[in-house]
Antibody, heavy 126, light 111 residues
Framework: EVQLVESGGGLVKPGGSLRLSCAASGFTFSSYSMNWVRQAPGKGLEWVSSISSSSSYIYYADSVKGRFTISRDNAKNSLYLQMNSLRAEDTAVYYC???????????????????WGQGTLVTVSS | QSVLTQPPSASGTPGQRVTISCSGSSSNIGSNTVNWYQQLPGTAPKLLIYSNNQRPSGVPDRFSGSKSGTSASLAISGLQSEDEADYYCAAWDDSLNGHWVFGGGTKLTVL
């Protein structure tokens, strides 16, 4: 069974740091790009960061650029999100998601998120 | 303010057909495929439609997707009470070195 399990969430003070982990199982982790997506309480989904299968390509949302660092360890089937200089607005449930891709006609790439983990809650508050 | 625009709410009665729209721009929907996710209350999002109109295995054929230009739509026919959920559209955006964008979500109520 394909499964993603996040961990590492918790309560942290503004300006503090936290490292999230996502343990993958049931598929060849090293073959897929991975993502972090967050959801503030009562709000919609917000993409946070992406990392390609070999870590060659990394992308961040403007809202976290310079503060968050995504990484992966293919030997451990694990995805990470190092979060520094945390702010109240970073309070959210953080989901990791696998990103299957298919090369289509021309240079188009078909991609989507599936599956998603159950999420881990990060609360930034004094 | 989300990059992709969805109506905040939609509703229908059991058996009815409802549609949810998703409007974007040339850099996202206009040049990439659209995905739809269903989020039942208190749960993680789940893939509903990928590549504009493809259903993953296990998703009922009551759910269908379409795309035209810079807009996309999700249609749900034969509405059921268990379809009450939040629905999100998403697409890759080619601007600013590339990033994912989501719609703000549509809360579907089954009356």
């Amino acid at each position: 069974e394909v499964q993603l399990v996040e961990s590492g969430g918790g309560l942290v003070k503004p300006g503090g740091s936290l490292r999230l982990s996502c343990a993958a199982s049931g598929f060849t982790f090293s073959s897929y790009s991975m993502n972090w997506v967050r959801q503030a309480p009562g709000k919609g989904l917000e993409w946070v960061s992406s990392i390609s299968s070999s870590s060659s390509y990394i992308y961040y949302a403007d809202s976290v650029k310079g503060r968050f660092t995504i990484s992966r360890d293919n030997a451990k089937n694990s995805l990470y999100l190092q979060m520094n200089s945390l702010r109240a607005e970073d309070t959210a449930v953080y989901y990791c998601a696998r990103e299957p891709t298919i090369a289509a006609a021309g240079k188009m790439v078909i991609r989507w998120f599936d599956p998603w983990g159950q999420g881990t809650l990060v609360t930034v508050s004094s | 303010q989300s990059v992709l625009t969805q109506p905040p709410s939609a509703s229908g009665t059991p058996g009815q057909r409802v549609t949810i729209s998703c409007s974007g721009s040339s850099s996202n929907i206009g040049s990439n495929t659209v995905n739809w996710y269903q989020q039942l209350p208190g749960t993680a999002p789940k893939l509903l439609i990928y590549s504009n109109n493809q259903r993953p295995s296990g998703v009922p054929d009551r759910f269908s997707g379409s795309k035209s230009g810079t807009s996309a739509s999700l249609a749900i026919s034969g509405l059921q009470s268990e379809d009450e959920a939040d629905y999100y559209c998403a697409a890759w955006d080619d601007s600013l070195n590339g990033h994912w964008v989501f719609g703000g979500g549509t809360k579907l109520t089954v009356l």
